[in-house]
Structures are given as C-alpha cells and as structure tokens.
C-alpha cells in the first residue's frame, strides 16, 4: 500500500493492509496492518489491528489534499489506536515533506537512526513527489476495494 524511504535513504518503511481483524464478522471494521522497517542491519515486520476501515478513507483523504496541493484539515492525522499517525511538515518546490510515526503495537525494538541522531521516538520523515502521491494513494484505493467499509 505505502512504501517509503526517509529523507536520508537510510531507513526503508512499508505499510500494508493484510485482511480484517475479524474476517467473518459483517460489522467489524479493524484491518491488521503490517509495518515493515530496514534500518541498516536491523529489520522488523510488525502486524497489528490498527485503523478501521473508515479510518483508511480518511488517509486517503488526507494523502490527496496533499497531492492537490491543499493542506488537508488537519496538519496531523491521527486514528482511534494511537500507534500510527501522520504529520504534515512542509512544502517546499512541489515536494511534500511530513513524518509517519509509528508507537505502541507498531513501534519496532530499536532506535531510529536519523538525521545523525538515535531516538526512542520514532518518527519517520519522508518526502513525497508527484510519483509517491500515486502510489499511494492507488495503494489505499486497491485496499479499500479488497477490504470495503462494512460496519454499521
């Protein structure tokens, strides 16, 4: 669905829908995301039931303010489990700089190495082009199709 470098090159993030969290429920609409980090030599692949469905319209709302060149209405998106959200930083020439933070379940076990920095926090900063707003958002759309809303 989402996949990403830092700024730096250095750290590779890859965020993905795998299914619901309750696959034979009709009303329940947590999906498991998977979150997969390459720092170096350290590695991690995380799944947790993260956001609802509905929660992936916002994003894609939100990814496609961006695109259009709008703010979107909130600066950060943040969901009801509160280990991933996303923050608006920047624009600068037609390149959108914001960070994705991952905590809690999504948080990998070692430090983020960047801006030539360790830190417990992590908060992914990456920048976006015409080209990654159309993976991203095709990769959100392609979700939303193999995983509709279907709550009540």
Known sequence: MIKLKNVEGNIDFSLEVIGYQFPD?????????????AQGDDRCELVDPAVETT??????????????????????????????SFDFLAFNDGVVRIA??????LKPPFKIEQFRA?????NVVVELRANDFANIRGGIKLALENYPVRGS
């Open 25 to 37: 429920s009709k009303k329940d609409d947590w999906c498991l995301l998977k979150v997969k980090i």
């Open 100 to 105: 994705i933070n991952l905590s809690h379940e």
């Open 118 to 122: 360790k830190s417990e926090d992590w």
């Open 55 to 84: 929660e992936l319209v916002q994003l894609l709302r939100w990814f496609s303010s961006l695109a259009d060149g709008r703010l979107p209405r909130y600066s950060c998106l943040t969901f009801t489990e509160p280990c991933l």
